[in-house]
């Protein structure tokens, strides 16, 4: 470990082996977690952890993700607006300064900013790999070997998150492929790499290993780049993709991998030489590097989770309070990645709210809230859910899909727009690429899911999150008047299609019942 994350210990009080909140991992959820049980409770809390405080998020996937994808975005603007497009030119993004930032972002690895907030906050870290031993007591073993017993007097959270599944293909493990967090934190740039997945992470990726350089090709098993979304969503990246020169082979996979020369270079390195890998249609590529981005495997094995009844492995099940399940006595919880309910930072922090209040509550004797909207019951993970995608154009997404939306029995409504029609979006550049689309409960005439992709979309995500969380009626959306010229009018164009599309069907209904 690099940075402050060497030490064993970083207290208000090291001379102890009691907490009242004890969490394991100190990601994102994790760090919420604890100071949500503690803040106003005064509760003591602790959170163990084994690698760096801050978590996958802030170190090997959103934050240095995010990083990179900015310089890709306003180049991508810049070349789209005459007046800069001259100054700009051909000229590719400086790798090198691009790879700089990142680094700043990330700290260099070094997560003391971290650990001060924490113990400013008044809560505890403690390093080491942690291990459930009975219910509120934990074994952590340190770096140099050492071990201590750690109780909890009231509650245990695992917060431990996930890591990037290698799937049973014949030569892949063996080849050393890059996951997430080498191409996150890539400090060779490969001259080709093939990406396997068609998700989130693979099309990020995607995005901006071509514009540092490298030569794309993306293998994904189903019939369209990020199948969770609605479908347009898929074929309009899969067009910029061709425009940016990223491969893109759709309904195939990866049927096996050889590299000769295979080496332990470090994360982000190239890990040996070029690779060959065959298709299942029997199509053979050469490529310098290999990213694996077919999902994600809960970190809990090694938790101890058996000596508590559980099994041992997999993502850990919950109710709405993040209480865990099968577990008798309430004072085990799981938030973030590890419970498997949406695998998002800012859904894994929400969760970790809900529990550490719930566990305050608990802790005091207050009963827990049971009115609708209440701050003691998850929400948001059945079908509320907000998500944005930086590509190159962004994708912003909230609750249902229309699929979904019929899955679930609900009378569907659905109304879609061309973003490119907007004034806002035509100011912001000449090649606008885009597309809208509200998903309704026709019966409640409310939104239950939207779908945004374009440039400026990311902050157009939590108007569309309010409204699906609190269900406002069209009639009420009518009067929320969007700001002119910007991206926020696509609220107002949905709603005049919407408004169109209605009145066309009551006029046939009419002509009909003559």
Same mark, same amino acid.
């Given at each position: 470990?690099?940075?402050?994350?060497?030490?064993?210990?970083?207290?208000?009080?090291?001379?102890?082996?009691?907490?009242?909140?004890?969490?394991?991992?100190?990601?994102?959820?994790? $760090?919420?977690?604890?100071?949500?049980?503690?803040?106003?409770?005064?509760?003591?809390?602790?959170?163990?952890?084994?690698?760096?405080?801050?978590?996958?998020?802030?170190?090997?996937?959103?934050?240095?993700?995010?990083?990179?994808?900015?310089?890709?975005?306003?180049?991508?603007?810049?070349?789209?607006?005459?007046?800069?497009? $001259?100054?700009?030119?051909?000229?590719?993004?400086?790798?090198?300064?691009?790879?700089?930032?990142?680094?700043?972002?990330?700290?260099?690895?070094?997560?003391?900013?971290?650990?001060?907030?924490?113990?400013?906050?008044?809560?505890?870290?403690?390093?080491?790999?942690?291990?459930?031993?009975?219910?509120?007591?934990?074994?952590?073993?340190?770096?140099?070997?050492?071990?201590?017993?750690?109780?909890?007097?009231?509650?245990?959270?695992?917060?431990?998150?996930?890591?990037?599944?290698?799937?049973?293909?014949?030569?892949?493990?063996?080849?050393?492929?890059?996951?997430?967090?080498?191409?996150?934190?890539?400090?060779?740039?490969?001259?080709?790499?093939?990406?396997?997945?068609?998700?989130?992470?693979?099309?990020?990726?995607?995005?901006?290993?071509?514009?540092?350089?490298?030569?794309?090709?993306?293998?994904?098993?189903?019939?369209?780049?990020?199948?969770?979304?609605?479908?347009?969503?898929?074929?309009?990246?899969? $067009?910029?993709?061709?425009?940016?020169?990223?491969?893109?082979?759709?309904?195939?996979?990866?049927?096996?991998? $050889?590299?000769?020369?295979?080496?332990?270079?470090?994360?982000?390195?190239?890990?040996?030489?070029?690779?060959?890998?065959?298709?299942?249609?029997?199509?053979?590529?050469?490529?310098?590097?290999?990213?694996?981005?077919?999902?994600?495997?809960?970190?809990?094995?090694?938790?101890?989770?058996?000596?508590?009844?559980?099994?041992?492995?997999?993502?850990?099940?919950?109710?709405?309070?993040?209480?865990?399940?099968?577990?008798?006595?309430?004072?085990?919880?799981?938030?973030?990645?590890?419970?498997?309910?949406?695998?998002?930072?800012?859904?894994?922090?929400?969760?970790?709210?809900?529990?550490?209040?719930?566990?305050?509550?608990?802790?005091?004797?207050?009963?827990?809230?049971?009115?609708?909207?209440?701050?003691?019951?998850?929400?948001?993970?059945?079908?509320?859910?907000?998500?944005?995608?930086?590509?190159?154009?962004?994708?912003?997404?909230?609750?249902?899909?229309?699929?979904?939306?019929?899955?679930?029995?609900?009378?569907?409504?659905?109304?879609?727009?061309?973003?490119?029609?907007?004034?806002?979006?035509?100011?912001?550049?000449?090649?606008?690429?885009?597309?809208?689309?509200?998903?309704?409960?026709?019966?409640?005439?409310?939104?239950?899911?939207?779908?945004?992709?374009?440039?400026?979309?990311?902050?157009?995500?939590?108007?569309?999150?309010?409204?699906?969380?609190?269900?406002?009626?069209?009639?009420?959306?009518?009067?929320?008047?969007?700001?002119?010229?910007?991206?926020?009018?696509?609220?107002?164009?949905?709603?005049?299609?919407?408004?169109?599309?209605?009145?066309?069907?009551?006029?046939?209904?009419?002509?009909?019942?003559?």
């Amino acid at each position: 470990m690099s940075g402050s994350s060497s030490g064993r210990v970083a207290s208000v009080d090291p001379d102890r082996d009691e907490w009242d909140v004890v969490v394991v991992g100190g990601g994102a959820a994790g $760090e919420n977690a604890a100071q949500y049980a503690s803040q106003f409770s005064g509760l003591s809390t602790v959170i163990i952890e084994n690698e760096l405080l801050g978590g996958e998020c802030s170190y090997w996937a959103c934050m240095p993700s995010k990083g990179m994808l900015r310089p890709v975005e306003l180049l991508s603007a810049a070349r789209a607006l005459p007046g800069v497009r $001259e100054l700009v030119g051909d000229r590719p993004l400086d790798a090198a300064a691009v790879l700089g930032r990142r680094d700043v972002i990330v700290k260099n690895h070094d997560d003391g900013s971290q650990v001060a907030w924490a113990v400013g906050a008044g809560i505890d870290v403690v390093r080491g790999n942690a291990r459930l031993t009975r219910p509120r007591s934990l074994r952590v073993t340190h770096a140099d070997g050492t071990v201590r017993a750690i109780t909890a007097r009231h509650a245990v959270v695992l917060a431990t998150g996930s890591r990037a599944a290698i799937p049973p293909v014949p030569g892949l493990a063996p080849a050393r492929p890059w996951t997430s967090r080498d191409v996150t934190n890539m400090h060779d740039i490969p001259g080709s790499v093939l990406i396997m997945g068609g998700g989130v992470v693979a099309c990020e990726a995607a995005t901006w290993l071509a514009a540092l350089g490298a030569e794309v090709t993306v293998v994904e098993m189903s019939d369209r780049l990020l199948g969770r979304n609605e479908p347009f969503v898929g074929a309009l990246l899969g $067009e910029r993709f061709a425009g940016t020169g990223v491969t893109v082979h759709l309904s195939t996979t990866v049927a096996s991998v $050889e590299r000769a020369e295979v080496n332990a270079a470090g994360t982000g390195r190239l890990h040996g030489g070029p690779l060959t890998v065959t298709l299942a249609s029997g199509e053979t590529l050469r490529v310098d590097e290999l990213v694996v981005a077919v999902g994600r495997r809960a970190n809990s094995d090694g938790l101890g989770l058996e000596e508590v009844g559980l099994p041992g492995t997999g993502f850990v099940g919950v109710d709405d309070q993040f209480e865990v399940l099968g577990v008798a006595g309430r004072w085990l919880y799981a938030v973030g990645d590890v419970c498997g309910r949406s695998l998002l930072t800012h859904m894994g922090k929400y969760q970790a709210r809900i529990a550490g209040e719930v566990i305050a509550a608990r802790a005091q004797g207050v009963p827990l809230e049971t009115v609708p909207y209440n701050r003691h019951t998850d929400l948001a993970d059945h079908g509320l859910v907000p998500q944005v995608t930086f590509t190159d154009p962004e994708i912003g997404s909230v609750g249902l899909t229309e699929q979904q939306a019929r899955d679930a029995g609900l009378d569907v409504e659905t109304v879609e727009y061309d973003l490119a029609g907007l004034s806002g979006t035509y100011v912001l550049r000449d090649d606008y690429l885009g597309r809208a689309k509200l998903v309704l409960d026709r019966a409640a005439d409310v939104v239950v899911g939207a779908t945004f992709m374009g440039a400026g979309v990311a902050e157009l995500t939590h108007s569309a999150a309010m409204a699906v969380a609190a269900r406002v009626p069209i009639s009420v959306l009518w009067h929320v008047v969007p700001s002119y010229p910007t991206v926020s009018e696509a609220w107002l164009r949905l709603l005049e299609a919407l408004h169109a599309d209605r009145t066309k069907r009551r006029s046939a209904s009419l002509v009909a019942a003559r």
